[in-house]
């Protein structure tokens, strides 16, 4: 069956580094998330993204954040200048249509990120 | 503003026997949908089931369905015949509108041998 694949599964940085996050989505799907969750707390929505642009994103997706799909396959997330409270799990999501309906967001298994 | 509430941060069941797990929300939307997904240990989320709010009947897959009572706006997720393999964290999720979803803060779940 096909997944939503991440890499690296868990990455380390430096306060003020940037850091990119990949994903594969599934590969007939339009639609495609980046999600968050600090240890403890919810799972939070960044952005969506489709046809090339965002299409929503949240107050916590800030001008140090950024997504793109570089090629036909990956979606990424850069994150510029990391701060200690980006630590967090960053889930990528797809779905195969999105528009303001019940489509399932099928998920990654998520990239643990640490900023020391 | 979207809200999901999970009250059970932590519960545990035998096997073989029958759980439920409590969500509750709050919106001012009509029409929405509601969402249980599973997140196994060093395990991606997969959806358990879903329910359209515009539908009275209760969504059920498998062993698992929901009790859903909109003017309640709760939403509990019932497994039945409970199995080691159930042993994870669900979070309810909810979306209306916008193309995101909301989360609940997720209830871990240990099936017992």
């Known amino acids: 069956e096909p997944e939503v694949t991440q890499t690296p599964s868990h990455q380390v940085t430096q306060m003020g580094q940037e850091v990119i996050l990949r994903c594969v989505p599934i590969?007939?799907?339009?639609?495609f998330y980046w999600y968050r969750q600090i240890l403890g707390q919810k799972v939070e929505f960044l952005v969506s993204?489709?046809?090339?642009?965002?299409?929503?994103k949240s107050e916590i997706f800030d001008d140090q954040f950024s997504v793109e799909r570089p090629d036909g396959s990956n979606f990424t997330l850069k994150i510029r200048s990391t701060k200690l409270e980006d630590s967090a799990m960053y889930f990528c999501?797809?779905?195969?249509?999105?528009?303001?309906?019940?489509?399932?967001?099928?998920f990654g298994p998520g990239t643990r990120l640490l900023v020391l | 503003a979207q809200t999901v509430t999970q009250s059970q941060p932590e519960m545990s069941v035998q096997e073989a026997e029958t759980v439920t797990l409590s969500c509750t929300y709050d919106?001012?939307?009509?029409?929405?949908?509601l969402f249980w997904y599973k997140q196994p240990p060093s395990r991606q989320m997969i959806l358990v089931i879903r329910q359209e709010a515009y539908k009275q009947q209760n969504a059920t897959e498998n062993r698992f369905s929901v009790n859903f009572q909109k003017a309640a706006k709760s939403f509990s997720l019932k497994i039945s015949d409970s199995q080691l393999g159930d042993t994870a964290m669900y979070f309810c999720a909810f979306k209306a509108g916008a193309n995101n979803l909301f989360f609940g803060t997720g209830t871990r779940l240990t099936v017992i041998p």
């Open positions: 999501a797809s779905s195969e249509f999105g528009t303001r309906g019940g489509e399932t967001q099928y």
């Open positions: 919106t001012s939307e009509n029409n929405y949908y």
């Open positions: 590969s007939n799907h339009l639609y």
């Open positions: 993204f489709y046809n090339n642009e965002i299409s929503e």
